[in-house]
Structures are given as structure tokens and as C-alpha cells.
């Protein structure tokens, strides 16, 4: 099955520095990769996804770049600010299997 | 639109009784999944429903676990009998299509077994 792997598992940096989170799948057949954060007390949210065929995207302070050759994925936060502090968990999705399989999530502490 | 509802928020129990969890997917979308999150194994999918019929459900840990989806709108996931190390947070998530879109969390429902 797949197997995804998260790092770093906690990252602490002061605002307005940039925050990179890093991810790397071993199923060469995933092909949607989404990114979720989640606040304490609440549910994993989507924040940006990237499907295979794209190398990045990017939404204002957000960014995902794919490499899928190399098998790895990450998310880049640009201009953190303290509400940016959250647990953050990458998945790769092999859409004909139909299911996701997360990391183990990074927390993320923006320091003001 | 509410988002997908969880009930009960919390939930405590003591070893051996029967819990029962409930999830309300956002009108619409076609499938369900369901998911447990402690701190040893992180978010862990258990099972999962496209069109209320379960595809997956090779997460599912023993057969103490069963979940249904009677209907587009309403899923439960049971344990029975309850065990200590069943204490987490399950989630419930919903999507349209398949697992290519957007998962859609619930609140979760925290359950501690004594």
C-alpha cells in the first residue's frame, strides 16, 4: 500500500519567516495530493491541493510544489503569521483506489 | 450548508459497553469516510462509503468495529464491546466523486473509554 512519510514533525519559526513542510509517497500510481490544517479541537481543513499533472500552485501566501519522478511534495508558507500555527498534514490519493493516506502531520508554531 | 455533523462531541464509556458514532455528510456528496486520530498512529482511515456502499474498509482494526450507511445522509460507525485503547478522535469526512476532491471534515468526536 502506500506509504507517506511528513517532515519535520514540529517546526517553529518567527513571523513573517517562510515555513516549508515536506512529503514523499512511495506509490508512483497517487496522483492527487492535497494538504490539510488542523486547528486544536477542530477537523482537518483542505488548504491547497495539486493533482499530477501540475508541478505547483500557488494561492497568495501558500504554495505546493510535485515532483513525481522523485516521489515528493511540499507545501511552502510565505509571510507566516501567528494564526498559521496549526498541526498540518500532507496525503497522496491514488484516485482509482480511492482513498488517501495521510503523513503524520507537522506543528507548526509561528512565534510573534 | 452546515458542514458534515458529528454526534455525540464527546463520549465516555467504560470497557466492555457498546458506542455508537454518528455522521451527517454534506447534502450532495457521494462518499463517506471515516477516521480515527491519536498521537501513536496519527489520522488512520478506517472505512469508506461511495454511494453508500463500503469500498474499502481494510483500515477497519478487528472485528469489534462495523460501520453502515443506511442512507446518502446518515452513517455510524459502532464498537462493541469498547476497549481502553479505543480511546481517540474519529472523524467523519464526506466528498463528491471519490477521494479526487475535497474532503470535507466534521467537528470529530472525542471518545474515552475507561
Known amino acids: 500500500g502506500e506509504n507517506v512519510e511528513q517532515h519535520p514533525s514540529t517546526l517553529s519559526v518567527q513571523e513573517g519567516d517562510s515555513a516549508v513542510i515536506k512529503c514523499t509517497y512511495s506509490d508512483s500510481a497517487s496522483n492527487y495530493f492535497p494538504w490539510y490544517k488542523q486547528e486544536l479541537g477542530k477537523g482537518p481543513q483542505l488548504i491547497i491541493d495539486i493533482r499530477s499533472n501540475v508541478g505547483e500552485k500557488k494561492d497568495q501566501r501558500i504554495a505546493v510544489t510535485l515532483n513525481k519522478t522523485a516521489k515528493h511534495f511540499s507545501l511552502h508558507i510565505t509571510e507566516t503569521q501567528p494564526e498559521d500555527s496549526a498541526v498540518y498534514f500532507c496525503a497522496a490519493t491514488n484516485t482509482n483506489a480511492g482513498k488517501s493516506t495521510f503523513g503524520d502531520g507537522t506543528t507548526l508554531t509561528v512565534k510573534p | 450548508d452546515a458542514g458534515v455533523i458529528q454526534s455525540p462531541r464527546h463520549e465516555v464509556t467504560e470497557m466492555g459497553q457498546e458506542v455508537t458514532l454518528r455522521c451527517k455528510p454534506i447534502?450532495?456528496?457521494?462518499?463517506l469516510f471515516w477516521y480515527r486520530q491519536t498521537m501513536m498512529r496519527g489520522l488512520e482511515l478506517l472505512i469508506y462509503f461511495n454511494n453508500n456502499v463500503p469500498i474499502d474498509d481494510s483500515g477497519m482494526p478487528e472485528d469489534r468495529f462495523s460501520a453502515k450507511m443506511p442512507n446518502a445522509s446518515f452513517s455510524t460507525l459502532k464498537i462493541q464491546p469498547s476497549e481502553p485503547r479505543d480511546s481517540a478522535v474519529y472523524f467523519c469526512?464526506?466528498?463528491?466523486?471519490?477521494?479526487?476532491?475535497?474532503?470535507?471534515f466534521g467537528p470529530g468526536t472525542r471518545l474515552t473509554v475507561l
Open positions: 469526512a464526506s466528498s463528491e466523486g471519490y477521494s479526487y476532491n475535497e474532503q470535507f
Open positions: 447534502s450532495g456528496h457521494n462518499s
